[in-house]
């Protein structure tokens, strides 16, 4: 099982960025996919998560309006658009794999290695 986070990188407050996630090894479609973000010093928290079929997604508060995600079963991935992007939301973002929909980083079973977001004032 893999999945591969990438997109991440330097970007101003207000910028954008697309984070992609790609996944093997697994049936991809099966599963719930969520993205999670760790910032230094803090816990793991939840991002947004998107049902098997792409039907229903889920956001924090925190990132509600701002972020959207979206997967492609074809493809094998699932993306995060980030948008006005604020200094806080700086953190490593994970991509990860359940088998039903949950907030709770314990419920997910597959995760990628992380990819680092730094949002500069």
């Known amino acids: 099982v893999q999945l591969q986070a990438s997109g991440g990188g330097l970007v101003q407050a207000g910028g954008s960025l697309r984070l992609s996630c790609a996944a093997s090894?697994?049936?991809?479609?099966?599963?719930?996919m969520g993205w999670f973000r760790q910032a230094p010093g803090k816990e793991r928290e939840f991002v947004a998560a998107?049902?098997?079929?792409?039907?229903?997604?889920f956001y924090a508060d925190s990132v509600k309006g701002r972020f959207t995600v979206s997967r492609d079963n074809a493809k094998n991935a699932v993306y995060l658009q980030m948008n006005s992007l604020k200094p806080e939301d700086t953190a490593v973002y994970y991509c990860a794999a359940a088998t039903r929909v949950v907030r709770d980083s314990g419920g997910y079973v597959y995760w990628g290695q992380g990819t680092l977001v730094t949002v500069s004032s």
């Open positions: 090894g697994f049936t991809f479609s099966g599963y719930v």
């Open positions: 998107i049902s098997w079929n792409g039907g229903s997604a």
